[in-house]
């Protein structure tokens, strides 16, 4: 991996792997998914206190097309009171959307498109930026999970099973190794599981052997 800046990948999911539109019912329908914003009535403090920690490193934001219209939407709009300081931090940071229009238009202060050379564009970020954060982005972090193009993958992991919706590794996923890197709980049952790619291919084999 890059000795530079860091990809981390900071997505909520369910025991079954769903990520899909925790936030809000109107974040991502897509496949008429009927549990837009099943994070709210789990709220958890520890998450809160490491989604927080987080953001102390992070000194830019790499998001999807999709992501990317709903903060442009809302952080501008919020920065004071109690979220105040994450409005003015994402306000201040430079923001790069993936997307593969040519002609998108971006309105929000600080953001620029990536998306013509993907393994080029993540290279000249990590040497650029200490902590790049993709949030949420669920399908464009798939793409990143494929390609290995990341450096952290952080899980905070809610016990609540929606049986279907967009998934961190659906059906068809890229085979590979990870190395977890540390596990905690919290509080009401959340997990927060971070891992780092590892190289090579996946091996079988047979217990007892």
Do not use: C
Not at 35 to 56: C, D, I, N
């Amino acid at each position: 991996m890059s000795t530079d800046g860091r990809i981390i990948i900071d997505l909520f999911t369910t025991l079954d792997g769903v990520a899909q539109a925790p936030g809000g019912p109107e974040e991502d329908a897509s496949g008429a998914f009927p549990f837009g914003g099943w994070q709210a009535p789990l709220e958890s403090e520890a998450v809160g206190r490491s989604v927080a920690e987080g953001m102390e490193t992070l000194d830019a934001l790499l998001l999807g097309r999709r992501t990317y219209d709903i903060f442009a939407g809302y952080w501008p709009q919020h920065t004071t009171g109690p979220e105040g300081w994450i409005g003015r931090l994402f306000d201040r940071v430079p923001k790069y959307v993936a997307s593969r229009d040519a002609d998108i238009r971006l309105g929000w202060q600080g953001s620029s498109r990536v998306g013509a050379d993907l393994a080029s564009e993540i290279a000249a970020l990590r040497s650029r930026h200490r902590d790049v954060h993709v949030i949420g982005s669920i399908d464009f972090a798939q793409t990143l999970l494929a390609q290995k193009l990341y450096d952290e993958l952080q899980l905070w992991v809610y016990p609540v099973v929606l049986g279907q919706g967009k998934k961190v590794f659906p059906d068809g996923a890229v085979p590979s190794n990870m190395k977890l890197l540390s596990a905690s709980s919290g509080d009401g049952g959340t997990l927060l599981l971070r891992y780092a790619p590892l190289p090579g291919d996946v091996q079988t084999g047979t217990m007892g052997s």
